[in-house]
């Protein structure tokens, strides 16, 4: 099938989305010389899609199952549509209130082409040093930022997947993501009065709010004081499918532990 590229996508997500990897995309679009440039508009060929994870086409609805461990927000994530907007389009009062099994309607994003996003400022090497992390507010970061990220604060490259992989399923890297009926924040979708001091915290230290850096400060900053044994937990780790499985359970502790998480992480640890 094909699949146009939007703004804010990265080739990573995209493999993760349709249950591919990054080397089977480009090599069924070898037109994408380097995984880290791809631009909105950009038509890719999609190997084996899996229909439970396709996004909507950019001018109808599409149909999808609540499984288990979803959230609106995560779902809204993965379509790229605001969880609010399907929350409207399925009558739904209370966004925290979905089951497994429901079936959702996502609604369409319109004719109106995604803006062009603006290309790495260090193409020849993405996932270098922090002083390419984005940090413009209000702008998606992606799995390579984040990875290198945490590997400058000394981290393994596994453990940083792993870290990856759980915000991948948060927020879709995005840091203005807004969750739980209003209460959940960020890239890691901090909850009330942690989403609170997140913000603070981005504000003293010189970051906008919704600074996708600023937020991996923070989420650093929460690791070596209050979530230490997370960090602890995440450090014993020697796998990346390990490392999102212990970020999952140790620090954004949903109720539900979804393994989706850890594969996410290997596949970011394999391919980028």
């Known amino acids: 099938m094909s699949y146009q590229i939007r703004s804010g996508d990265t080739l990573s997500g995209i493999a993760s989305r349709y249950h ?5 995309l480009m090599q069924a679009n070898p037109q994408i010389k380097n995984a880290n440039l791809i631009y909105a508009g950009q038509s890719l060929n999609i190997p084996g899609a899996s229909d439970g994870f396709q996004p909507p086409p950019s001018n109808q609805g599409a149909r999808y199952q609540v499984r288990p461990g979803d959230t609106l927000s995560a779902i809204g994530a993965r379509f790229g549509v605001p969880y609010m907007d399907i ?3 399925n009558h739904i009062s209370n966004p925290n209130l979905i089951h497994v099994g429901q079936v959702l309607t996502i609604p369409g994003r319109g004719n109106t082409p995604a803006p062009t996003p603006t290309p790495p400022s260090n193409p020849t090497n993405p996932t270098g040093p922090v002083t ?3 940090d413009r507010p209000g702008v998606k970061g992606n799995a390579a930022q984040t990875i290198a990220f945490f590997m400058a604060k000394g981290l393994t490259k596994a453990q ?3 870290i990856a992989g759980n915000l991948l399923y948060e927020s879709g890297f995005n840091p203005n993501a807004v969750g739980d009926g209003g209460t959940s924040f960020g ?3 901090w909850h009330l009065g942690r989403g609170d001091a997140m913000k603070a915290f981005c504000r003293s230290h010189g970051y906008a709010e919704n600074s996708f850096k600023g937020q991996l400060e923070y989420l650093w900053h929460e690791l070596n ?13 020697t796998t990346a499918y390990d490392a999102g499985m212990a970020f999952c359970r140790y620090f954004e502790r949903p109720a ?3 393994p989706a998480r850890g594969n996410a992480a290997q596949n970011y640890y394999q391919t980028l």
């Open 20 to 24: 591919t990897t990054v080397s089977a």
């Open 225 to 237: 004081h209050a979530e230490s044994y997370a960090l602890s937990k995440l450090r014993a780790t």
């Open 187 to 189: 890239v890691a979708q």
């Open 132 to 134: 390419g992390i984005e």
């Open 87 to 89: 929350a409207r389009a």
């Open 160 to 162: 940083a997947a792993g």
């Open 256 to 258: 539900y532990i979804n």
